[in-house]
């Protein structure tokens, strides 16, 4: 089965940056879609940064625009999240999950679709 470990999440001060890694193994595709996912306490889990299975043109959230990039590996199986100028209002779960690409390799820019999911990583910052 699928299985998917994000791990390096932490505490930061504001202003501060934190790199967080996600690991993919027993997929049954090679062209698949990853996501960056976040839920704070009393929210809803919302998208943060999606990648196609060619690993370029990331799409991110508005509020994380020009703060947060992320990549895929070159073995295609793993991903990092580097999130640098940190703000109080980052502090949440953050999950890594997985899906299908669509034949164009169009990946889903939503919670919705994605199909297989870590277990999350806390990440923290200060105010």
């Known amino acids: 089965q699928v299985q998917v470990v994000e791990s390096g999440g932490g505490s930061a001060q504001a202003g501060g940056s934190l790199r967080i890694s996600c690991e993919v193994s027993g997929h049954p595709n090679k062209g698949y879609c990853l996501g960056w996912f976040r839920q704070a306490p009393g929210e809803e889990r919302e998208v943060v940064a999606t990648i196609r299975p060619a690993g370029g043109n990331a799409y991110y959230t508005d509020s994380v625009k020009g703060r947060f990039s992320t990549a895929r590996d070159n073995t295609e199986n793993s991903a990092f999240l580097q999130m640098s100028s940190m703000r109080p209002d980052d502090t949440a779960r953050y999950y890594c999950?997985?899906?299908?690409?669509?034949?164009?390799?169009?990946?889903?820019?939503?919670?919705?679709?994605?199909?297989?999911w870590g277990q999350g990583t806390q990440v923290t910052v200060a105010s």
């Open positions: 999950a997985a899906t299908h690409a669509s034949f164009l390799g169009v990946c889903p820019t939503s919670t919705h679709g994605y199909i297989d």
